[in-house]
């Protein structure tokens, strides 16, 4: 089945300490993204990557960073986090054609004390 | 600037009457423009998408949208509500002429189906 999965789900965790969301496509898609989801703002796009090694920053990119290593992988690094980074955060895949859809995963949602 | 703005943040019908998400856009480009839906503590899920190659489209679980560009909107419609179509929905307009890799999301709407 044609799929995004990020983990964890759901996570609870305190200011400062590293976390990592990882993401996982297994469409062989060139794009990945990651958003993330507050009331009232639709999605902001935190980073994108084109291709393996090729990563560019997106709307908010501004205490995230992220990787692509692997094609199939694009994890989420927040090194330090904060309250204001408390939020349910999407990652999605597209092929590299235009007008094609992005694929969204089922969501992380993050709670930073 | 690609932009995108969704005019009802919540929308309620009774279930059995026609739906409208209203949706206006503005691009630079001839844009690609979508409607996704998401539903409780799930992702996304396309509806569907206009591409430029009709204007009136259709999408899955009797949802349809004509893109106006006289207008600059692309309207979501159904024409009979179900308990099932309660969820959020997203208007959606591509940022690049080539690709999909950028999306500019509206912040949504929220459709309430009454019994």
């Known amino acids: 089945e044609a799929q995004v999965t990020q983990n964890p789900r759901y996570l609870i965790t305190v200011t400062g300490k590293k976390l990592t969301v990882t993401c996982s496509q297994n469409?062989?898609?060139?794009?990945m993204s990651w958003y993330r989801q507050d009331p009232g703002l639709g999605l902001r796009q935190i980073y994108y990557?084109?291709?393996?090694?090729?990563?560019d920053k997106g709307d908010v990119p501004e205490g995230y960073k992220v990787s692509r290593k692997e094609k199939r992988n694009f994890p989420l690094i927040l090194e330090s986090p904060s309250p204001n980074q408390t939020s349910l955060y999407f990652c999605?895949?597209?092929?590299?054609?235009?007008?094609?859809?992005?694929?969204f995963g089922d969501g992380t949602r993050l709670s930073i004390l | 600037a690609q932009s995108v703005t969704q005019l009802d943040s919540h929308v309620s019908v009774s279930e059995g009457t026609p739906v409208l998400l209203r949706c206006n856009y503005s691009?630079?480009?001839?844009?690609?423009l979508f409607w996704y839906v998401q539903h409780p503590n799930k992702g996304l899920q396309l509806l569907l998408k206009y591409t430029s190659a009709a204007t009136l489209v259709k999408g899955i679980n009797g949802f349809e949208a004509e893109f106006k560009k006289s207008e600059t909107s692309f309207h979501l419609t159904k024409p009979s509500a179900h308990m099932s179509d309660a969820a959020e929905y997203f208007c959606v307009v591509s940022d690049h002429p080539d690709s999909s890799y950028k999306l500019i999301f509206g912040s949504g709407t929220r459709l309430l189906v009454r019994p």
């Open positions: 999605a895949s597209s092929p590299r054609q235009a007008a094609q859809p992005q694929h």
């Open positions: 469409m062989n898609h060139e794009y």
């Open positions: 691009s630079s480009y001839s844009p690609s």
């Open positions: 990557s084109m291709n393996v090694e090729v990563t």
